[in-house]
Nanobody
Framework: QLQASGGGLVQPGGSLRLSCAAS????????VAWFRQAPGKEREAVSS????????YYADSVKGRFTISSDDAKTTVYLQMNELKPEDTAVYYC?????????????????????????WGQGTQVTVSS
């Protein structure tokens, strides 16, 4: 139900914008997160957004370089990635989970386990290389 797109090959210092579209509904009342997985490494949370509360989370490794946002229709979530580094190379996945009241009153860091997200996109490859 999620369509991720926007990956590609970019030089260090370049930018990409990833998109995650909810193909059959909207992201109303959902938490949407971007995860990434590099070869030989575990899947890690990069950023997340509460569509209801407009709050966001960024991993320390991307803070100040990446920006997560949603469109007004709440059907697409974007991840703008600037100042890309070779260590950002990975397959990027978007995922969504229905927010409970508990999710809305706790920090995003409490809910970064991939198993908490029931809907996943197919992944898009981001390669940062000169």
């Amino acid at each position: 139900q999620l369509q991720a797109s926007g990956g590609g090959l970019v030089q260090p210092g370049g930018s990409l914008r990833l998109s995650c579209a909810a193909s059959r509904s909207t992201f109303v009342n959902h938490r949407v997160a971007w995860f990434r997985q590099a070869p030989g490494k575990e899947r890690e949370a990069v950023s997340s957004i509460s569509i209801w509360g407009h709050t966001t989370y960024y991993a320390d490794s991307v803070k100040g370089r990446f920006t997560i946002s949603s469109d007004d229709a709440k059907t697409t979530v974007y991840l703008q990635m600037n100042e890309l580094k070779p260590e950002d190379t990975a397959v990027y996945y978007c995922a969504a989970a229905l927010e409970t009241l508990e999710w809305r009153i706790t920090p995003h860091e409490v809910h970064l386990d991939p198993t908490e997200y029931s809907n996943w996109g197919q992944g898009t490859q981001v390669t940062v290389s000169s």
